[in-house]
């Protein structure tokens, strides 16, 4: 009977037996011949480097710098190893170290993708997914192995095979589904083509839409109330580059509601005492407006201009009309005004024989010029401002009804800076840092006065602001402007009581009455002397209390 070793020795290339555990139990004289070597004990002893494919049952081998390929066949409990050698299997090894780590590579891109990717053959079964797919449907990865997507289906796993589709259609095909949990997801499946333009494979990638969805969802407010920021941001700009303070909650109600208005072309009336900013509210209202760039801003003070000019100035004249009059006539300011706002400043003004034709204009939209037969339309809105009662000017017959009514479409009453207290030291900040651009300067308030004019009722209101901080930071020498500085005028006013209104630090009240009492003590008194002797202190403190207020020391004291 012939052995095993025996009939391997017959063969004319390189062949070895093994047992279970990798030990040799024999080479054959063909591989024995090639070798020289005594260290044959088992696989890992005998070769120098060993790549064994369980898989083929392949074993690429080197040893002495002499490369082998063996195959593998098992009979009973015995390996037998048949082989050849040559120099390109080294290249082949290499070659499959190279794949192995490529497919490791994948294997681990493949896995780390945040989307689930789900690899099918042709027929839609599944050859490999990744762990995202857990994420995304709470099934765990190697449920899918194996299976056709036609099962998952049946089974309610998927509500529609994009697999299938790709097959049928042989293109990519995307679609947007709900899985099983209710998670909205969007699907794309792709088909890999072999050589022969067939499909080899499907790959598709599934991206859970549920969070992409709610981080759009708050990107949509977070750009909400950016919009809303940006919009409140150029509001509040367009109100400081106008000159325009709106600390105080009446004023800010009174300019939102302006703006609301703005593309309404509506007569607005505005009612409001001297100085308070009907003009700066008349501007804002056409800056606002669709109108601004069509047409231009024009200013007529009705209470300026002569009685006996003010028609030809509002509504122009033809040649010849009057003596002295232009050759080629003049446009009025109703026409100058085409497109834009006709700003009617002090409209109480206005004599009755012209309040008849303004209301003609305005109901009608035409004029005509003076001396003309001819009415010309025109586009103006109207904006009409006085610091008169109109309406006690009706009931006295001194303004007409009809006129009245077509002007107060739109009234708004602004407050005079007495009653909006929190615009005062706003509004002093603004127009000390304008003067001090506009001439070149640097100075500033002492607390003291600021503290003073903030107690003003300033009967002028912002006008008569602007003309006193401009002309004491003109008139005082110093950096710093202190109450010594204030005109005589506003001196006489320190000795009036401040009737305080609204809650104000206990520091600043406790300064207040201090500063009261003083100038109080100044008119009952004839020296520092008498003051300090009636206000149960020292004389030395009054005098330094008086120079802290800035009241005036003018006392024939001897001993001052």
């Known amino acids: 009977m012939i052995s095993l070793d025996s009939s391997i020795d ?26 020289i070597s005594e260290k044959y004990q088992s696989i890992s002893n005998l070769f120098d480097h060993f790549n064994f494919q369980k898989d083929d049952g392949l074993l690429l081998a080197s040893i002495q710098d002499r490369h082998f390929l063996f195959l593998r066949h098992q009979v009973g409990e015995q390996f037998f190893y048949f082989g050849r050698e040559g120099k390109h299997f080294q290249e082949l090894q290499q070659q499959v170290s190279e794949l192995k780590k490529l497919n490791r590579e994948l294997d681990s891109i493949i896995d780390s993708s945040y989307d689930g990717i789900y690899i099918t053959d042709n027929k839609g079964v599944t050859l490999k997914t990744n762990t995202a797919i857990e994420r995304i449907t709470g099934i765990p990865k190697e449920y899918y192995i194996g299976k056709n997507v036609a099962q998952l289906v049946d089974r309610g796993i998927l509500k529609d095979s994009v697999t299938s589709k790709v097959i049928e259609q042989r293109r990519t095909v995307s679609v947007v589904q709900k899985n099983f949990e209710g998670k909205e997801t969007l699907i794309t499946g792709s088909p ?47 109100f400081s580059e106008a000159g325009i303070i709106v600390e ?27 100085g308070v900013g009907k003009d700066v509210l008349a501007r804002f209202i056409h800056r606002s407006s669709s109108r601004n760039g069509k047409g231009d801003f024009i200013k007529v003070n009705c209470g300026a201009i002569p009685t006996d000019l003010l028609e030809s100035e509002l509504f122009g004249y033809e040649a010849g009309a009057f003596t002295g009059a232009n050759k080629k006539g003049k446009p009025g300011m109703f026409e100058v005004a085409d497109k834009g706002v006709l700003f009617l400043d002090e409209v109480g003004e206005l004599p009755l024989k012209l309040q008849v034709k303004l209301l003609q204009a305005i ?66 900040q603004f127009f000390l840092d304008k003067t001090n651009v506009k001439y070149g300067l640097n100075k500033g308030l002492e607390d003291d006065l600021k503290n003073f004019l903030y107690e003003l009722d300033w009967s002028g209101n912002v006008r008569e602001m602007s003309n006193l901080i401009e002309r004491l930071v003109l008139t005082t020498s110093s950096n710093t402007v202190t109450t010594a500085h204030l005109p005589e ?22 300064e207040i009455a201090e500063r009261q009492i003083l100038l109080l003590a100044t008119e009952r008194y004839s020296s520092t002397y008498q003051i300090a002797k009636a206000l149960e202190t020292s004389q030395p403190t009054i005098v330094r209390k008086m120079k802290k207020y800035g009241i005036a020391i003018d006392f024939r004291d001897s001993k001052l």
Request: proline residues 4%.
């Open 248 to 274: 105080s909650q009446k004023m800010r109600e009174l300019y939102e509601m302006a703006e609301r208005i703005a593309d309404f072309d509506a007569t607005v009336l505005i009612l409001g005492e001297t």
């Open 10 to 35: 017959v063969i004319p290339v390189p062949a070895f037996m093994t047992g279970k555990d990798g030990s040799i139990s024999y080479l054959n004289d063909s591989f024995r011949n090639m070798i």
């Open 489 to 510: 005028e506003y001196k006489r006013k320190e000795h009036k009581r401040v009737n305080v209104t609204e809650l104000i630090p206990l520091k600043d009240a406790a």
């Open 192 to 238: 890999v083509m072999n050589e022969d333009g067939d499909i080899e494979k499907v790959i598709t990638n599934i991206r859970d839409l549920s969070e992409l969805n709610g981080l759009l969802e708050e990107l949509k407010e977070v750009q909400k109330r950016n919009n809303q920021y940006e919009k409140e941001l150029k509001r509040l700009k367009g």
């Open 363 to 428: 109901q009608d939209g035409v004029i005509q010029r003076v001396g003309s037969t001819k009415v010309k339309k025109v586009d103006v809105r109207i904006i009409a401002a006085t610091n008169r009662a109109l309406q006690d000017m009706v009931e006295q017959g001194e303004f007409r009804e009809d006129l009245y009514y077509r002007l107060n479409v739109i009234p708004f009453s602004v407050p005079p800076l007495r009653e909006r207290r929190d615009d005062i030291l706003p509004l002093i």
